[in-house]
């Protein structure tokens, strides 16, 4: 098998494919994406961090002096909330947004809502235990962090099953070349996403809560803009990867009984489990940044203009970096995965999301004892943002 995000068989096991690419091409040119594939975790590691890269370069180029075709216009909504975010943005925007909304996500914030977390994370495992189990994805790892945002943010509880749809929807535009219909499904999503958001805005300003829509509103420095598009980013990736993750780390202990048993008796582990589960089948398999200035990684000239996919799938996975790094070890100490990205795009969710895991996957394991897998779980097509459609369990 070669390199294919498009085959199913690649996105069911990609971890071969990745040990040739680390071994034989670690800075590979893929055509069918116009993408020059990275697959070693110390390249990986370095390019996160180099400023001669970007998630966007419309800050120091035009489309049209960066050799790129322009958006199609269609697309225009789409990226008018995204880039008001500051996930698809560079400094100084980047910097400026980053500070005005960490400090709703300082460890010390971010610890207070553990209490909730777990009674949140309870409830929903009482729920699937009293019906014998079930799908585990729609039971217990969406309705988590969904609620948890959604309380954040203060959206009405009669909305919320809003949310999941249009968050799975906007993330169809990240996919390697999407097709047009993704790109139109997409554009919809955050169009009444930013529509819904808006309202809310407007409502809190007038009449603020305590909630973090309402906090935001009450930034000056923050235009509308910006709020919903710092909202629909909170939502995107303090949802979809955690739900992935989730799924992706059951599915892991199942496929490693002895590690899953050690858990069961010996709960002290489950911080190491958790950094594990993240590292051995990370839901985010890659990250794509434009090369701003020439570079050369790995003896390989890259120069401006084109795009690196970081592959972190692979680079988790690097027997340079971790010692036998194709064994799932739910106590492994020294675990410096890169899931939650490196230098100033570093997951600012990434505190709240460990929080979010260790508490479901902490009730499961009080209060489903007997949980086993029913059957064998087909993984979604997507690539980029790699999960489980489903994971049917029992707890009888």
């Keep these: 098998m070669r390199f ?29 994406a116009d993408q020059w594939l990275i697959a070693r975790h110390a390249d990986v590691d370095e390019l996160l961090r180099d400023r001669r890269l970007g998630r966007s370069y419309l800050h120091v180029a035009t489309d049209e002096e960066f050799g790129r075709p322009p958006e199609p216009e269609f697309q225009e909504p789409f ?13 100084p ?31 929903l495992v009482d729920a699937y235990v009293e019906k014998g189990g079930g799908d585990l994805i729609a039971e217990v790892a969406e309705p988590l962090p969904v609620t948890v945002i ?16 249009w968050s799975s929807d906007i993330c169809l535009m990240y996919e390697l070349n999407p097709s047009e219909e993704m790109q139109h499904t997409a554009v919809r999503a955050a169009d009444e996403f930013a ?25 000056p420095e923050l235009t509308e803009d910006e709020l919903i598009g710092t909202c629909v980013l909170l939502l995107n990736a303090g949802h979809e990867a955690t739900v992935n993750a989730t799924g992706n780390g059951w599915w892991a202990l199942f496929r490693n009984p002895d590690e899953l048993a050690r858990l069961r008796a010996d709960r002290s582990l489950l911080p190491t489990a958790i950094e594990e589960v993240l590292r051995w089948d990370t839901p985010a398999q890659m990250f794509e940044r434009w090369v701003l200035e020439d570079i050369e990684v790995g003896g390989v000239r890259i120069p401006r203009g084109a795009e690196v996919a970081l592959l972190f799938g692979s680079a988790n996975r690097d027997p340079e970096v971790f010692d036998d790094p194709d064994r799932f070890d739910a106590g ?65």
């Design 4 to 32: 294919d995000p498009w085959n199913p068989d690649f996105v069911a096991h990609p971890y071969d494919v990745y040990a040739e690419l680390r071994r034989e091409a670690p800075v590979s040119y893929f055509e069918p």
């Design 79 to 91: 990226w008018r909330v995204v880039r008001a975010g500051m996930l698809d943005v560079e400094p």
């Design 93 to 123: 925007v980047h910097t400026r947004l980053r500070r005005l909304v960490s400090k709703a996500f300082t460890p010390r914030m971010v610890e207070s809502l553990r209490p909730r977390v777990r009674a949140i994370a309870e409830g």
């Design 150 to 165: 959604a309380e954040m943010l203060g959206i009405p509880e009669q909305d919320r099953h809003l949310l999941r749809p």
């Design 195 to 219: 529509e819904y958001l808006r309202g809310l805005a407007r409502e809190r300003a007038g009449k603020p809560g305590y909630d973090l829509i309402s906090a935001l509103a009450g930034i």
């Design 332 to 396: 492994r100490k020294d675990n410096p995965h890169i899931s939650f990205g490196l230098g100033i795009h570093y997951c600012l969710g990434a505190p709240l999301a460990r929080i979010e895991m260790v508490e479901s996957f902490g009730a499961l394991l009080d209060r489903a004892p007997a949980l086993e897998l029913v059957r064998e779980p087909e993984w979604k097509p997507g690539y980029i943002i790699r999960g489980l459609q489903g994971l049917e369990l029992s707890t009888r």
